[in-house]
């Protein structure tokens, strides 16, 4: 095959997953892929300075397992999406510490995991009241919006997270809420119903609940919760590389 027909081809195959995602015709008229904005609820409550089985103050906490996840994952996510970021826990100890980080934007790898990377967890656990404020960025958008809650823990500042996922459903929010709970499988202190209150909160939102245990479950549940049909097809043709060592956070 001469070297102008090889050109030829592999723009063809280029271009194909494009074309099969956007659907027949007028390929460029098609709004792309990964439309919806999404907020990363993320976790610094104090339970996260814990290691990976009990214990605070360790010296591989659990956030430390999240940190390397989403610096794996955000730079190849980022690149499709606008993504935010709230966090909640971190500050005065035992407080109820909710803080609007960043609001979607497009590559917003290095300065979400600029905030994560310094995050030091101390407070309590208002989830209800992150994932409430992370709506409420995306309200005034036209497109659905995504929602992804890092949990390891349950609700400790009164909220009632199955409650507002009902009210989401009552006032026809377009959102989706998405649920990664992290190390949550083994731990006796959490009663049954801590779970199942995270689980409805995604159940009525249409949304995935998805446990993670290890730094791998954790890649696979951000790829799952915050990728879109562009990446998916991207990543099967192995273009979809981990990209950690441009944040700084791999050997």
């Known amino acids: 095959m001469t070297t102008p027909n090889r050109l030829l081809l592999a723009g063809l195959l280029w271009a194909m997953p494009l074309a099969v995602l956007a659907g027949p015709g007028k390929a460029q008229d098609q709004k792309t892929p990964c439309t919806e904005d999404a907020m990363i609820v993320f976790d610094a409550s104090g ?41 909640y826990g971190p ?33 309590k656990t208002p989830l209800t009241e992150a994932v409430e404020q992370a709506a409420e960025v995306l309200s005034d958008r036209s497109q659905p919006g995504i929602v992804v809650l890092l949990t390891d823990g349950e609700e400790t500042c009164n909220g009632d997270p199955c409650g507002l996922g009902k009210t989401f459903v009552a ?4 959102l989706t809420v998405h649920v990664i709970a992290f190390q949550m499988k083994n731990f006796t202190w959490m ?31 951000f790829r799952q919760t915050l990728g879109c049909p562009m990446m998916s097809a991207l990543d099967a043709q192995g273009h979809l590389p981990d990209d950690s060592k441009l944040l700084g956070m791999r050997p």
């Open 171 to 174: 006032n026809g929010a377009n």
């Open 47 to 87: 339970s996260m300075a814990g290691n990976l089985g009990q214990g605070i103050m360790t010296e591989k906490p659990r956030i430390h397992e999240v940190r390397k996840a989403l610096a794996r994952v955000l730079p190849g996510i980022t690149r499709y999406r606008k993504v935010g970021l709230i966090t």
């Open 91 to 123: 500050g005065p100890y035992r407080q109820c510490n909710v803080q609007l980080d960043l609001r979607p934007i497009p590559n917003a790898a290095e300065p979400i995991m600029r905030v994560v990377t310094g995050l030091n967890p101390a407070g």
């Open 191 to 221: 009663g049954e119903s801590s779970v199942l209150d995270v689980k409805c909160l995604a159940q009525e939102t249409h949304g995935l609940y998805i446990s993670a245990e290890n730094e791998e479950d954790l890649v696979k549940a």
